[in-house]
């Protein structure tokens, strides 16, 4: 299992950006995609979740109206879509596999958040 975050990087408030995770080594469809984040000094948290078949999705309360998390499973990757982005959006974000007891993370990619 394979996970690859991109599209992090520095923007300021108000603004957009839109992080990709590229998957391999598994049934991508199978699995239940997910966004956590990790500020400096906090624990993870969970951003957004989608079912594998792209009908079920939740978002943290910070992030609902904001943010939107979508796949194509076609290419294997899971998007997390921000707009909006306010400073404590800075953090690193990771993107999360899972099927029942399997779970498989990526190497996370950095989003800051500043004028």
């Known amino acids: 299992v394979q996970l690859v975050e991109s599209g992090g ?3 300021q408030p108000g603004g957009s950006l839109r992080l ?5 080594g598994f049934t991508f469809s199978r699995y239940y995609m997910s966004w956590y984040r990790q500020a ?3 624990e993870r948290e969970l951003v957004a979740g989608i079912s ?3 009908r079920n999705t939740n978002y943290a309360d910070s992030v609902k ?3 939107t998390i979508s796949r194509d499973n076609g290419k294997n990757t899971v ?5 909006n982005l306010k400073p404590e959006d800075t953090a690193v974000y990771y993107c ?12 996370g990619t950095q989003v800051t958040v500043s004028s």
């Open 9 to 11: 990087g520095l923007v």
């Open 20 to 24: 990709s995770c590229a998957a391999s």
């Open 79 to 83: 998007y997390l879509q921000m707009n």
């Open 52 to 54: 594998g078949d792209g």
């Open 40 to 42: 400096p000094g906090k």
């Open 65 to 67: 109206g904001r943010f």
């Open 96 to 107: 999360k596999a899972t099927r029942g007891v399997l779970a498989s993370w990526g190497q």
